[in-house]
């Protein structure tokens, strides 16, 4: 048993986080490192189970359980639960250094090893804004609220998650008018099939849902998306008129790495893409040899779009897991830590459930767009509920709320 102090930040806890902490702090339970400490950090006091978010905006008591409490995700694993050693810090990250974060609130963090798994921020309905608990269930509330009262709602954006919002809103509400509009010739991410695309045209129409592709919306600079009931009229670039009384913008993500600036100072290098994704190499360490104590899973990296799905982002979260075991256990047994890289590997798998009955499937070779072999492998693997049930298993504490 090593009875060195090490200390492991892990700031950002969605997916790739959480896969991280838990199997730290499962090792330094069961794994002769007792007082290996994990310091949680994010800036919301919840983890938001962002998958479940087109379920959550038809189904209110569905919404209220896709938020966990951060406070007690490690609580089961503490060597001594009299003297607990992990903690959660709820704060803003501003700035990171060679061996410290520092915090919007002046608080700074010293780490052994740090994790970056900041990941990327949706816009609503896909994620909270919210930073507590109390305020983060009241806005989910309350867009359930708002697509249960507008008449007339345009989704623009035709990845996986602007087709499940509108298949979730096309069977919960057959007698709205729901719109689908995607820039692209064909929905869903482009490294998939085009049959999968033609399945989820027609499935959508089944619910009532009128797609149209080829078209860029212009979105007027200053409007906002919060899922609020407001008229409005877009214009598309064919010249068509878009107009309805709730809109939800589901086009891709952002990023926020602006924390990176005062150690790409230091180095006198950049360490971020043009979109701000952090630089990793094969292992998942920040792409620079000066900070091999530093990782950067999950959708924060510089990875290729194919590697930003939640599946990917717990296999990096694993992946980087199994090398900190590796970099905290090699001054035990004398020898350099020997690393693993991350395989690499980019989604080719995809379920997309169209409201509670429909759906297409690609994956294992098969691709199932128009067959209601699609339909009841969406609904039996993914549309029942979105993997809350897995989900739930990484909270066994949880308060009410």
């Known amino acids: 048993m090593s009875a060195r102090e090490i200390h492991v930040v892990i700031v950002g806890v969605s997916v790739a986080g959480i896969k991280v902490a838990k199997t730290l702090a499962t090792f330094s339970k069961s794994g002769?490192?007792?007082?290996?400490?994990?310091?949680?950090?994010?800036?919301?006091?919840?983890?938001?189970?962002?998958?479940?978010?087109?379920?959550?905006?038809?189904?209110?008591?569905?919404?209220?359980?896709?938020?966990?409490?951060?406070?007690?995700?490690?609580?089961?694993?503490?060597?001594?639960?009299?003297?607990?050693?992990?903690?959660?810090?709820?704060?803003?990250?501003?700035?990171?250094?060679?061996?410290?974060?520092?915090?919007?609130?002046?608080?700074?963090?010293?780490?052994?090893?740090?994790?970056?798994?900041?990941?990327?921020?949706?816009?609503?309905?896909?994620?909270?804004?919210?930073?507590?608990?109390?305020?983060?269930?009241?806005?989910?509330?309350?867009?359930?609220?708002?697509?249960?009262?507008?008449?007339?709602?345009?989704?623009?954006?035709?990845?996986?998650?602007?087709?499940?919002?509108?298949?979730?809103?096309?069977?919960?509400?057959?007698?709205?008018?729901?719109?689908l509009v995607h820039s692209a010739g064909r929905l869903l991410p482009l490294n998939f099939k085009p049959a999968l695309s033609d399945g989820v045209v027609s499935k959508l129409k089944r619910v009532g849902v009128t797609v149209y592709l080829n078209e860029k919306v212009a979105i007027p600079t200053g409007t906002t998306f919060d899922c609020s009931i407001r008229p409005l009229t877009l214009y598309g670039a064919s010249g068509r008129e878009y107009t309805s009384d709730l809109q939800i913008l589901a086009t891709g993500t952002q990023l926020h790495t602006e924390y990176m600036e005062t150690l790409e100072s230091a180095l006198g290098t950049s360490l971020r893409d043009s979109r701000g994704g952090i630089k990793v190499n094969g292992y998942l360490q920040l792409d620079s040899p000066k900070f091999t104590n530093i990782f950067v899973p999950g959708d924060v990296n510089n990875l290729p779009a194919g590697a930003k799905f939640a599946l990917k982002a717990a296999e990096q979260g694993a992946s980087v897991a199994q090398n900190l075991i590796a970099l905290i256990k090699a001054p035990e047994t004398g020898r350099p830590a020997v690393l693993k890289p991350w395989d690499g590997s980019l989604m080719s798998m995809i379920l997309v459930p169209i409201g509670r009955n429909l759906g297409v499937f690609q994956g294992m070779g098969m691709t199932l767009g128009h067959s209601w072999w699609g339909d009841v492998m969406a609904r039996n693997m993914k549309g029942k509920d979105y993997f809350l049930g897995q989900k739930e298993k990484d909270f066994p504490i949880r308060k009410t709320f």
């Open 32 to 179: 002769g490192y007792p007082n290996l400490r994990i310091t949680l950090i994010d800036r919301n006091a919840y983890h938001y189970h962002a998958l479940g978010a087109p379920r959550s905006i038809v189904d209110k008591e569905f919404g209220k359980k896709l938020i966990f409490p951060l406070s007690t995700l490690l609580t089961s694993h503490e060597v001594d639960p009299y003297s607990p050693k992990h903690q959660f810090i709820q704060g803003e990250l501003t700035s990171v250094t060679a061996n410290t974060v520092l915090l919007s609130d002046g608080q700074t963090v010293s780490f052994d090893y740090l994790v970056l798994a900041t990941g990327s921020r949706n816009k609503l309905p896909a994620n909270l804004r919210s930073q507590s608990i109390a305020e983060a269930q009241e806005e989910a509330a309350r867009m359930f609220d708002n697509i249960a009262q507008a008449q007339s709602i345009l989704i623009v954006g035709g990845g996986a998650v602007g087709v499940e919002m509108a298949g979730e809103i096309g069977h919960a509400y057959p007698d709205k008018t729901v719109t």
